[in-house]
């Protein structure tokens, strides 16, 4: 005689045999879940970091040029005095208040290299910016001696070209130009 079921036998029958197909699918869809948000958080994680490499390469960008735009009014100032080749002197009173803009804008951009750079990087910068320190000191005194200037130029380009393999390090770029012009040139 067939065994009957009761309408909660079969019913508790068809789920079992469905209970299989039911778990794969919660197991997949945990897993879709997992794996999405796996994946989210990665990428999250890695445009952060260029987010904040794109800010730091700002910022070292943003030093140099604030101090070389002082070291190009100070080549035109130390012109003025006979110290230095630049082809556009510029007299001291005319050169007062673009410098001090000048200064403010490296203040600034210091402030941003605090932030945003690497010890090496801040450290190469606040090289340069001694070093470009150094000749507006020797402007603004009225100094006449192109060996010295010449000294203080050359103590420049070399923290600049320090500044630059620092910073170029810390984004790792590959190794870069010196910069250096042929005697006579500018830098």
Same mark, same amino acid.
């Given at each position: 005689?067939?065994?009957?079921?009761?309408?909660?036998?079969?019913?508790?029958?068809?789920?079992?045999?469905?209970?299989?197909?039911?778990?794969?699918?919660?197991?997949?869809?945990?897993?879709?879940?997992?794996?999405?948000?796996?994946?989210?958080?990665?990428?999250?994680?890695?445009?952060?970091?260029?987010?904040?490499?794109?800010?730091?390469?700002?910022?070292?960008?943003?030093?140099?040029?604030?101090?070389?735009?002082?070291?190009?009014?100070?080549?035109?100032?130390?012109?003025?005095?006979?110290?230095?080749?630049?082809?556009?002197?510029?007299?001291?009173?005319?050169?007062?208040?673009?410098?001090?803009?000048?200064?403010?804008?490296?203040?600034?951009?210091?402030?941003?290299?605090?932030?945003?750079?690497?010890?090496?990087?801040?450290?190469?910068?606040? +090289?340069?910016?001694?070093?470009? *320190? !150094?000749?507006? /000191?020797? %402007?603004?005194? &009225?100094?006449?001696?192109? $060996?010295? #200037?010449?000294?203080?130029?050359?103590?420049?380009?070399? +923290?600049?070209?320090?500044?630059? *393999? !620092?910073?170029? /390090?810390? %984004?790792?770029? &590959?190794?870069?130009?010196? $910069?250096? #012009?042929?005697?006579?040139?500018?830098?």
């Amino acid at each position: 005689m067939p065994v009957r079921r009761s309408r909660y036998g079969a019913w508790v029958a068809d789920f079992a045999e469905q209970l299989p197909a039911l778990v794969g699918v919660v197991i997949g869809a945990l897993g879709s879940y997992v794996a999405v948000a796996h994946g989210e958080r990665v990428r999250f994680r890695r445009e952060r970091v260029v987010r904040w490499e794109d800010r730091r390469f700002a910022a070292y960008r943003g030093f140099s040029r604030a101090v070389k735009e002082t070291a190009g009014l100070l080549f035109r100032v130390g012109a003025h005095f006979g110290n230095d080749a630049n082809p556009n002197p510029l007299a001291p009173q005319e050169a007062g208040p673009r410098l001090g803009d000048a200064s403010e804008g490296r203040d600034l951009a210091w402030e941003e290299l605090l932030l945003l750079g690497s010890p090496e990087v801040v450290e190469a910068g606040r +090289a340069w910016a001694e070093a470009v *320190a !150094a000749m507006e /000191r020797f %402007v603004r005194d &009225g100094v006449r001696d192109p $060996g010295a #200037w010449a000294a203080l130029v050359g103590d420049q380009r070399v +923290a600049r070209e320090a500044y630059y *393999a !620092a910073a170029r /390090r810390d %984004v790792a770029l &590959g190794p870069g130009h010196s $910069g250096r #012009w042929p005697p006579g040139g500018r830098s």
